[in-house]
C-alpha cells in the first residue's frame, strides 16, 4: 500500500466490502479494496480518511435504524422462531384460555441472547 493511503475498515464478507466501497464512490471518494487473509480492507487517500469514516458512519447508522439487531450485541444475525401452535391449542383446550406471550421469538446467532419483537 502506498504511504499516502491508508485503511479505513476490514472487511471478512466481500460483499460487505463492495457496499462499502459503492457508498463511498456515490460521495465522491475513491477506494480501493485490498485482499488480506480472510476478508478485504477498504483503502482510501490519506486525506480523505475523515471523510470517508464519516460516510461509512452514516450509512451504518441508517441501516442500523431500518434493521431489527440484537439487545445485546447488536448483531443482525439472528433466528425467528414463531410459537408452537400446538402448545397454543392445548393451553386453550386445558385452560380455557391462552396463557403465555405470543409472538415471535428471536435468538442471535453471534451472543446466543433470545428475546422477544
Known amino acids: 500500500m502506498p504511504e499516502n493511503h491508508v485503511t479505513i475498515a476490514t472487511y471478512d464478507e466481500v460483499e460487505h466490502a463492495n457496499i462499502a466501497k459503492a457508498r463511498l464512490a456515490s460521495a465522491g471518494i475513491d477506494a480501493v479494496l485490498v485482499a488480506v ?43 425467528e422462531r414463531r410459537g408452537g401452535v400446538l402448545a397454543a391449542v392445548l393451553t386453550i383446550v386445558l385452560v380455557g384460555f391462552p396463557v403465555g406471550r405470543s409472538g415471535p ?9 433470545a428475546w422477544r419483537r
Open 105 to 113: 421469538r428471536r435468538k442471535c446467532d453471534d451472543c446466543g441472547h
Open 37 to 79: 487473509d480472510g476478508g478485504k480492507e477498504l483503502v482510501v487517500a490519506n486525506e480523505d480518511a475523515v471523510a470517508a469514516r464519516g460516510s461509512l458512519a452514516d450509512a451504518r447508522e441508517a441501516v442500523a435504524e431500518d434493521l431489527d439487531t440484537c439487545p445485546a450485541c447488536g448483531s443482525v444475525r439472528f433466528a
